[in-house]
């Protein structure tokens, strides 16, 4: 398996499984599966609503010997609605107890939203706060004070722009390890992924195969498919493999983390074996081609009338 190796050493997996909207009854058996597979990384999060019962299968796969703790890199992210100083240690603790973990290997700002205490999702733009009444720099600093804890070994951002990046660089003590970024051939995030490479930030690509299983509320009408892409059809065919694994070959081949999310055994295979199929120069060509910078998840969820947000400050583009 390909690893990112980070600063003090330690290599995270590129390839891990993705947790987001993996329901509660089914996610167990996913995260067991998936670990019997040969999956070393689990992306989690406070929000997916599911870390009690991810906690649960961490606890009997290492107490039935399918792996040990130090052989799983495990990520996991801070929520919204917790980013004032005195929120994320709580937080973080909250999350550790879920997962029946010592520690974490990864902990992330999942969005740089601020909620008010106690708000998951949004319903008004009175439940927001703005980042200059709680500025991503508290919130970054609380964060470092769970690394001095050793109770995580890295930190780091999702959904940070290049702008909100350098703004955090300004004042870090630790310089953030990872941003997590919805990345595909269609959102191919160049300018990013050059950006974090001259600072050696490390990118992870959510929503690889397109999120089709998002709610219909957060999507868009007529939404462009990459599973059934003539391009990504036309490439599978070539290596007879499936375009879920030529999407996730893509996103290896280009030295990102890639967590696709799945709770089929059958596709947890698949998408294991994605890291054995290499692509051809002219692949990585005809997929260049294909970037078009759309966004499956548009962020304007938190463009809420009167949230003091908008998408374009979000992204930090027009
Ligand atoms: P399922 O969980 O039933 O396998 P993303 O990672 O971009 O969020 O996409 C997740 C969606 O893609 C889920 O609907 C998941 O369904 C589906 N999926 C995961 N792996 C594959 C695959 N190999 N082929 C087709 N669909 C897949």
Redesign the pocket.
């Known amino acids: 398996m390909k690893t990112i190796t980070f600063k003090n050493g330690d290599k995270m997996p590129l390839l891990g499984l993705?947790t987001?909207?993996?329901e509660t009854g089914?996610v167990y058996d996913?995260v067991r599966q998936a670990i019997r597979i040969g999956f070393r990384h689990i992306d989690c999060a406070a929000i997916y609503a599911n870390e009690k019962e991810i906690g649960q299968a961490f606890h009997d796969a290492f107490s039935d010997g399918d792996v040990q703790r130090e052989d799983l890199w495990i990520t996991s992210k801070l929520w919204n609605s917790s980013h004032k100083k005195g929120q994320v240690m709580p937080a973080f603790q909250k999350t550790l107890d879920d997962l029946q973990l010592e520690y974490l290997d990864l902990y992330l700002v999942h969005w740089p939203v601020v909620l008010k205490d106690g708000v998951s999702f949004p319903t008004s733009g009175a439940d927001f706060l703005t980042l200059d009444e709680v500025p991503i720099t508290e919130t970054w600093q609380a964060m470092e004070a769970c690394v001095d804890t050793q109770k995580t070994h890295h930190i780091g951002v999702s959904n940070f722009s290049i702008k909100k990046i350098g703004t955090l660089l300004q004042t870090a003590r630790i310089v953030p390890e990872m941003n997590q970024v919805e990345m595909?051939p269609l959102l191919q995030q160049n300018e990013l992924l050059d950006y974090c490479k001259s600072h050696s930030i490390p990118l992870t690509a959510?929503?690889?195969?397109?999120?089709?299983?998002?709610a219909d509320s957060i999507k868009q009408d007529n939404e462009p498919g990459?599973?059934d892409h003539p391009v990504i059809v036309n490439i599978a065919e070539n290596h007879g493999c499936?375009?879920?694994?030529i999407?996730?070959a893509w996103a290896m081949d280009r030295g990102t983390s890639v967590?696709?999310?799945?709770?089929?055994p059958?596709?947890?295979q698949?998408?294991f074996e994605?890291q054995n199929i290499h692509l051809t120069e002219d692949d990585r060509t005809s997929i260049a081609a294909m970037d078009r910078h759309y966004r499956?998840v548009t962020g304007t969820f938190w463009a809420v009338e009167g949230s003091g947000y908008t998408v374009e400050e979000l992204w930090d583009e027009r």
Do not use: C, F
């Open positions: 993705g987001w909207k993996s089914e996913a595909h959510y929503s690889p195969l397109g999120s089709p299983d998002r990459m599973l499936t375009s879920a694994q999407l996730i967590i696709p999310k799945s709770v089929n059958g596709r947890l698949l998408n994605a499956y």
